[in-house]
């Protein structure tokens, strides 16, 4: 801890809980002291205010003045309640640096104490009773909220009308199978919400806010848009199904409305209409009717229970039912197919939508008190009770009720009868005849109505059918609006931002509550639901496999921040679970299956391009980070071999957006191929720069990714810029992706720059050979530098019209000029002659020394780009006249072998001409500023007069390096000559030895060879090692 000097508190200001004393120390003088200043010989330094960060206190723990503060759940929260200002834990800076007396910093600030236990005293919830509070929202446990949510939204018409059938067609115990298959993926998906959901807190938003928030933005937003449309059609689906059965209430009793499917249409948007109104009424009236419909679904059941037990009605045994019989039961327990639906499969594709509905209680997530403790409690209770209704109601019903009955009571006969077949014939009913003509209108295997026959009083189950469709209709209704707010909030699509807002103290969606309404009510008017309900189906089962699919992929990345409180869940489960799905979406309907497919790809290829700007930390990330260094790593054990080289670029652009041409350059061949590093040197001390250094990265690399450049940004804080770029070669890159290119810009009016940064330039070159590093320097004839303001960073080096007058900060940034993020990434983007077509030009390689090869293969990967593809590359050699065509057909052959595919070769037998002699005097009066003119002095004379000034060149330099400062006058002549309207010129670069060569001749010399040249000029030097090979192995 970070120690603070000060005596004893007064009791009256500490606060005792268990081993630790805690207190904020307050100045007592009002409006004298602020938090931070001390008392008389008090506080949390000596005698004046501290400047810490904005939030921090001093107080008192274990028996000591310390900045530092126990554990608490403010520090980890990402909202703070305002004036919250003290629940900030200090910076680093705050308890690592020096505190030094700032006034300036005084205020006043209040802070509750702290709590041993490290929570708050009092959360949201708690502190909603006090006066001036906003009014608190409803909020429900997870009996109310989750569990009977889920049983009410699981349960369905298909229990009450077509599970008496399917128990007929499949047996009991083909019955329970296709039960218990549908529940293991219920199950599984279950246990993978539950892992999820108690990952952190869940907010509003449910199955949408799950799967975005675990797998990314791309398949949470499709997901997300498609069960919202889901939900909303499925309230149509439900609220058909009563309207259908009041229909055929009506029906019976001869009461039509107007028409048999208009009454369905009429009915359906008065229920639909009512249930909005529920749903509008709030959250509290909308789970008081759910309670209802919850009571009414149980009392049916408990009807149908009883009336299995009471002995059958001579009329109830005309249709089948005798009770519980073990005859009966062993019969009904093996199958008998009939009709065209008859098979497994297919009875498993009718029965598995009346397992689903699981995430009923999960989407109204932001309705709970506790998510991470409801979803999972609920969930799971409401499958399993719910499973044990399928399995006894399968059960009870397959050991009262024959398969085939007549109905006719006409069909009794005296028991043990010769012409009687059947089981039924030992009950003394007679249903052969119908039976095998398969024209009985009764029993398991002919009549839906069989649970409200052996009920005890048939309109209760009739009033369960209504019960468990209104439940289900209204469950949708409220989840469609609560998950369709919550992707509306993340604008990830555009035109639904409207149907986001929320209004009063729960945030009711209510604009999503109307678009809800006129889609059911549209589907309802279409009364042809037969079409969309395989699709809807599968929609909800493309949300369980990505729920499915989202814990396996959090489990399988082991991040650090994938630990979730519910531990009872498997990774492998998981993976099965989402394989299963997708296999049940086509068992269920291939055709919709692929309709689904397509649309989830639609909506993820447009997120996918839209790229938006949210960072949920999701699974994705976790992946990439996971693929990169598996990768990374594999890769460092991978031997080098010359096929596979690639041109790792170190850039040093300093500020990527002040010279963009560079950028541009490097990220055109370098794109999809290799690596680029972009470097800068941030000069000055390192305390004064570190600041600048964290608030600039971001910004920076936000630029390269809206100019769609792949590449690092990286920087460096370093007293001068040799050192600086030093610190770069040698440490940047990873493993085997590491730089093996120097690519800077060209140092304009060097011969008015300071000397030392003149000297650091050539340095940096020296030392880029030293480490084995190719080189690319790069000239364009109106500079590099596009910076208009003085901002961060100024880098000497780089600087394009430098004059020591006019940057008297010496390379350093001017204060206050540290660059905002955010303006890096908005500002205008530069246009560069890379970003444009190029058209039939020319690219010229004067390929003069033998580098390796690297002087043709980075114009060889710029002409393998689209706006480069046209131009035609000519090769120069240098040559004897009276060999020219031995030599051109040489080299022709050598580059034919490295397949480059450049056919234009050209010999230069003039390049050791002497040039023009103007162009000769020209190269001499640039070098007289730092000639010695040391005249016939000997060489210890000669080395005390470059004492401090190494950069000077001495009479003895200039004679040695005469024929080699001539070839550059001469080769600058030549380049004026053949490629004056190229679009590109790229040159093998000069290299001056160390020690041998004062920087400021070999700068003239590059000066030289590249002035006045229109286009763009490259001047490359590999290390000597080879690039370039003919061979396949």
């Keep these: ?51 810490l960060s904005g939030s921090t206190l001093c107080t008192r723990t274990f028996g000591y003045n310390t900045v530092d503060v126990v554990p608490a759940y403010e520090h980890y929260a990402n909202t703070k309640g305002v004036g919250d200002a003290g629940k900030a834990r200090p910076s680093l800076a705050d308890l690592h640096s020096i505190l030094k007396p700032d006034p300036g910093h005084l205020q006043v600030l209040v802070s509750e104490p702290q709590h041993s236990n490290g929570l708050p005293e009092a959360g949201p919830e708690e502190a909603a009773g006090e006066p001036g509070k906003a009014p608190e929202p409803v909020r429900f446990g997870w009996v109310k909220g989750v569990m009977i949510r889920c049983m009410l939204n699981i349960w369905g018409v298909i229990l009450y009308l077509r599970l008496p059938w399917i128990t007929a067609q499949a047996g009991i115990a083909l019955t329970w199978l296709i039960i218990l298959m549908s529940v293991t993926v219920t199950t599984i998906t279950g246990l993978s919400i539950s892992a999820i959901s108690t990952n952190g807190k869940v907010k509003s938003g449910g199955t949408y806010f799950l799967i975005s928030r675990s797998l990314g933005p791309e398949l949470g937003g499709s997901i997300g848009l498609i069960f919202a449309f889901a939900n909303a059609v499925a309230v149509a689906m439900h609220t058909v199904g009563f309207a259908e059965t009041v229909r055929d209430l009506l029906q019976e009793h001869n009461s039509l409305i107007v028409d048999p499917t208009n009454d369905i249409r009429i009915i359906g948007v008065v229920t639909v209409t009512v249930l909005l109104g529920i749903s509008l009424a709030g959250m509290e009236w909308e789970a008081k009717a759910q309670i209802l419909f919850f009571l009414v679904i149980l009392v049916s059941f408990i009807n149908y229970l009883v009336g ?4 059958a009605t001579t009329e109830k045994q005309a249709k089948g039912f005798f009770s519980y019989r073990a005859d009966i ?12 639906e008859g098979s497994f499969f297919g009875l498993f594709s009718i029965f598995f939508p009346s397992a689903t509905g699981i995430l009923a209680g999960a989407n109204i ?38 398969r085939d009955a007549s109905g006719s009571l006409n069909d009794s006969v005296a028991v043990g009868s010769p012409d009687c077949e059947g089981l039924a014939c030992g009950y003394g009913w007679n249903f052969t005849a119908c039976a095998q003509r398969q024209s009985c209108r009764y029993g398991l295997s002919n009549y839906y109505q069989s649970m409200s026959m052996v009920s005890g009083f048939g309109p209760l189950i009739t009033a369960g059918i209504f019960g468990a469709t209104l439940s289900s209709a209204l469950a949708c209704l409220v989840s469609a609006p609560k998950v369709f707010q919550c992707l509306c909030r993340d604008q990830l699509y555009p035109l639904i931002g409207f149907f986001g807002k929320g ?64 531990r009872y869940y498997s990774k492998w489960a998981a993976l099965f679970g989402a394989a299963v799905s997708v296999v049940i979406m086509f068992l269920l309907t291939w055709w919709a299956a692929l309709i689904a497919f397509g649309v989830v790809i639609f909506l993820l290829g447009y997120v996918l391009y839209k790229k938006p700007d949210v960072n949920w930390g999701s699974s994705m990330q976790a992946s990439s980070y996971n693929m990169a260094l598996n990768y990374s790593v594999g890769l460092s054990e991978v031997d080098e071999h010359i096929k596979n080289y690639r041109p790792q ?35 000055g001390p390192r305390k004064q720069k570190m600041p600048e250094s964290r608030l600039t990265a971001h910004g920076h690399t936000k630029w390269l990714t809206k100019r769609k450049i792949k590449a690092f940004y990286t920087d460096v804080v370093a007293e001068d810029l040799r050192s600086g770029v030093q610190m770069l070669i040698q440490a940047a890159g990873l493993g085997k992706m590491r730089p093996n290119i120097l690519v800077l810009g060209y140092k304009r009016n060097w011969w008015k720059a300071s000397p030392q940064s003149l000297e ?12 084995k590093y190719g080189v690319c320097l790069m000239r364009m004839k109106d500079g590099l530098n596009v910076s208009r303001v003085m901002q961060a960073h100024v880098n000497p080096t780089f600087e394009a019209l430098q004059r020591p007058e006019e940057n008297g900060t010496g390379g350093r940034a001017a204060p206050g000029t540290a660059a905002d993020p955010a303006a890096l990434a908005s500002e205008q983007q530069a246009s560069t002659i890379f970003q444009s077509e190029q058209g039939k030009k020319t690219i010229d390689i004067y390929w003069l020394f033998d580098d390796g090869g690297l002087t043709l293969l980075i114009p060889y990967l710029l002409g393998r780009k689209k706006r480069w593809g046209k131009c035609k590359i000519r090769v120069f050699v240098g040559g004897q006249i009276n060999r020219m065509d031995e030599e051109r057909k040489a080299i022709v052959s050598l580059l034919s072998k490295f397949r480059l595919g450049f056919h234009e070769v050209h010999i230069l037998p003039d390049i050791n001409q002497k040039p023009w002699p ?11 500023p730092f000639r010695l003119n040391d005249g016939f002095k000997d060489e210890a004379a000669v080395n005390e007069m470059r004492q401090g000034c190494p950069w000077k060149i001495s009479d003895e330099e200039v004679d040695k390096n005469r024929a080699k400062s001539l070839r550059q006058v001469r080769l600058n002549e030549i380049l004026l000559d053949y490629s004056r309207d190229a679009a590109l010129i790229a040159i093998t670069l000069p290299i001056g030895r160390k020690g041998r060569c004062p920087s400021s001749l070999y700068m003239a010399w590059l000066e030289t060879l590249s002035r006045d040249l229109r286009p763009p000029i490259i001047l490359t030097r590999g290390n000597q090692e080879n690039v370039l090979t003919f061979y396949c192995q």
């Design 1 to 51: 801890m970070a120690e603070l000097p000060g005596p004893e508190l007064p009791p009256t200001l500490s606060r005792c809980s268990g081993r630790f004393t805690i207190s904020t120390l307050l100045g007592t003088e009002e409006g004298a002291r602020g938090p931070y200043a001390a008392a008389e010989g008090t506080g949390c330094d000596s005698a004046h205010p501290t400047q």
């Design 365 to 402: 997530s932001g309705d709970l008190k506790d998510p991470a403790v409801a979803i999972p409690k609920g969930t799971l209770m409401a499958i399993f009770w719910t499973t044990v209704s399928y399995l006894v109601l399968s059960a009870t019903i397959g050991a009262c009720v024959v």
């Design 329 to 340: 039961f062993a019969q009904n327990f093996v199958p008998n197919w009939r009709g065209p």
């Design 649 to 683: 670029c170190l850039v040093l652009t300093g500020p990527p957006n002040f010279r963009p041409a560079l950028v541009d350059f490097v990220g055109t061949f370098t794109k999809n191929l290799s690596l680029m590093l972009c470097g800068n040197v941030l000069i």
């Design 308 to 311: 299995t037990v009471i002995p």
């Design 918 to 928: 103007e162009h000769v005097k020209r190269f001499d009066d640039l070098i007289a």
């Design 760 to 771: 650091d330039y050539v340095g940096i070159l020296h030392d880029a050979f030293d480490f």
């Design 503 to 566: 209004y009063g103290k729960n945030s009711e969606p209510i604009r999503g509550y109307m678009l809800t309404y006129v889609i059911a009510v549209g589907f309802i008017l279409i009364a042809e639901l037969n079409a969309i309900a395989p699709i809807i189906s599968n929609f909800f089962l493309c949300s369980y496999a990505l729920i499915n699919f989202s814990c396996f992929h959090a489990s399988i990345t082991n991040s650090p921040g994938w630990r979730p409180s519910f």
